[in-house]
Each structure stands twice: as structure tokens, then as C-alpha cells.
């Protein structure tokens, strides 16, 4: 593997995810028919206010600085502020430097651009006085400012912000797209990458771009070949067949070897037990059991989650769930 090109002095290498974050609109893989219609307003003239609702690591930031970047092109730092509302969530944020910023841009051009844009990551952090001020702040200069807010949950955001947007959800990316980007990644990096290896890549991103080349640069520190033992281990993730067979042996009645094989998940792999969860719900419908017993397994998945992040005790939790399958296979 060579070093990463412009490393800093001392030999650290650039973090990948900001080294290959797409510059353009273009460039953003995986949620084509979005970058299409923001390609649209751009080439129209006609950018309104956006909102970006989707899961982390799929291209929310990402689209945002792009749109940016092809509206202003050099001068798009000058003419961009981005803020974090998880850090500055309150309304003092709203009236000060999000009301500065688009004050200095009212009543006419500025730098030949008849508006500015403000990009509000994380907006559903704000409170909901921020959020009611943010609503008056965006009818006030409307005529010169363009908000980009970008959320987890839509629903977090108030009815009126999101009638004066065109909201955008973003869907967690799919395999090929995860592949395609981490397979040019690689091939930047000269790392050389096995089909098994991207596989994992793509299991253990689970749609987020972000974890996947992460996870890429992580594992590319530990050898000269990625594959798909080196992914599982530097992410902490079990294998999907691992995870099958743990709870197919429960359904089938053997709760001590089931209990076994989760104890070599938490303890010997040092798996977080809200890990497992996760994938026990992505690997439910991949196991060789009727619909109806798929149901009564999600049916106590979720309760497990939500005693999980509740506070109760992981391997508790994990264990009642599958001494209830065991149970249930023996009443049979």
C-alpha cells in the first residue's frame, strides 16, 4: 500500500472519508434520481430552501457543500456557512450568527450571487424556540439567503420549516454503490482489496459510505490485503452466518449451545450486545423459518432493543430472548 498522496508531515495519512468526498454533484454515488433534481434547480437558477432527511454517512453533508461548490465554484467558502445544530442548538445560534450571516447579504448581490446559502447539519437538534425563530429568519431574507437543513428525522422538524422546503430523503446506500466507491478507494490507495473483503466492506456499512471507507482505512493499516477476516475484525462485527446460527440453534430448542454461541460473540469478540441486535434484524428473514415464526423472532428482537437501550444489561436481555425461542420450540 502506498502512503496516501499530500499526507501530513511525520507520515499520518489523510482521513479517506474527506480525502474522496466527492467534489460534485456527479460524483455522489448511490442517490441518482436526488442529485438529478438538485442538478435541476442549479442549471434553472431556481435553488429553493432544502431540507435533507436520511440516516448518517449517505451524502446529506456531501450534496449540500457540492451544490456549493457549483453554484460559487472558487468562492463557495465565502459564500457557504455551514453550522452543526448538535453543538449550537439553541436560539441564541439562530439570532446571531445564522441572522448575521444572512443579514450581510440583504438588499442586493453579493460577489456578483444574488443569494447565499446556509447549511444547518443536524437540524433536528435544535430546540423548538430555535426552530420557531429559524422559521421568521428564513421568511426574512428569503430574497437573499437559501437554507439547506439536513436531519436524521424529519419528524424532529416543524411543520412550517418543512412547508417552506423541498424536502429530500435520502435511502441508506445500496451494496454496488458502497462497492463502487470503496473499490475506487482501493484502487487510489493501491490497497489491495479481495471480493470477500469489499462483501464485508458493504455488510458492515450497512448503507453508510462514511463506515465503509472508515472501516477501508482501518483495515487497510493492518496488512497489505483487505479481506473479509481483516473487515470483521477491525469493525467488530460478527459474521452473518455466525449470528444465523446462534439464533437458529435457539429456535431449534438448544438454548445452552445458542447461549454459547453468544457468549463467544460479547466476551471472546468483544461484540456490543446492541450489535448483535442489529443484526439479528437485518438476518431475520434470511433464516430458513416460516413467516409466522419470523414474526414472533422480530416480535422479541424489538423487545430486547428497547430494554437494551432502556439501560438493562445486554447479555440479560440477549439471553431471555433466546431462552424465550428455546422455550418456545419445546412447547411445540
Avoid at 49 to 66: D, S
Avoid at 79 to 101: T, Y
Avoid at 299 to 306: K, Q, T
Amino acid at each position: 500500500m502506498s502512503d496516501a498522496e499530500g499526507a501530513p508531515a511525520g507520515g499520518r495519512q489523510d482521513v479517506w472519508t474527506e480525502k474522496y468526498r466527492p467534489q460534485t454533484l456527479d460524483e455522489i454515488v448511490g442517490q441518482d434520481g436526488i442529485t438529478e433534481r438538485l442538478q435541476s434547480y442549479i442549471e434553472r437558477d431556481d435553488l429553493p430552501n432544502l431540507l435533507f432527511a436520511g440516516e448518517a454517512g449517505i451524502g446529506k453533508t456531501t450534496a449540500a457543500t457540492a451544490i456549493a461548490r457549483e453554484i460559487y465554484g472558487d468562492d463557495w467558502e465565502q459564500n457557504f456557512l455551514e453550522l452543526n445544530a448538535s453543538d449550537e442548538r439553541g436560539i441564541d445560534v439562530v439570532r446571531g450568527r445564522i441572522k448575521d450571516f444572512a443579514r450581510s447579504s440583504f438588499g442586493g448581490e453579493v460577489q456578483g450571487y444574488s443569494y447565499r446559502i446556509i447549511f444547518l447539519d443536524e437540524a433536528d437538534a435544535l430546540t423548538s424556540d430555535a426552530q420557531s425563530a429559524l422559521r421568521r429568519t428564513m421568511e426574512q431574507f428569503s430574497n437573499s439567503t437559501r437554507f439547506i437543513l439536513s436531519c436524521n428525522y424529519s419528524s424532529q422538524i416543524i411543520d412550517p420549516i418543512q412547508s417552506r422546503c423541498a424536502v429530500f430523503r435520502f435511502a441508506p446506500l445500496a451494496d454496488d454503490a458502497v462497492e463502487k466507491q470503496v473499490r475506487k478507494v482501493a484502487a487510489e490507495e493501491e490497497i489491495d482489496l479481495t471480493q470477500d473483503g469489499v462483501d464485508a466492506l458493504a455488510y458492515a456499512a450497512d448503507g453508510d459510505m462514511r463506515k465503509a471507507i472508515n472501516a477501508l482505512q482501518a483495515a487497510a493499516v493492518m496488512g497489505e490485503t483487505v479481506d473479509e477476516e481483516t473487515v470483521f475484525k477491525i469493525t467488530s462485527t460478527a459474521r452473518p452466518e455466525e449470528v444465523e446460527t446462534m439464533i437458529q440453534t435457539a429456535i431449534d430448542g438448544d438454548f445452552v449451545a445458542a447461549r454459547s454461541k453468544l457468549r463467544e460473540l460479547l466476551v471472546d469478540k468483544g461484540i456490543a450486545g446492541g450489535d448483535v441486535i442489529d443484526q439479528l434484524h437485518r438476518s431475520v428473514w434470511d433464516l430458513d423459518i416460516d413467516d409466522d415464526a419470523a414474526v414472533r423472532l422480530m416480535d422479541r428482537v424489538g423487545e430486547a432493543d428497547y430494554r437494551i437501550t432502556e439501560g438493562a444489561n445486554e447479555r440479560v436481555q440477549l439471553e431471555a430472548m433466546l431462552a424465550s425461542l428455546a422455550l418456545e420450540a419445546g412447547d411445540q
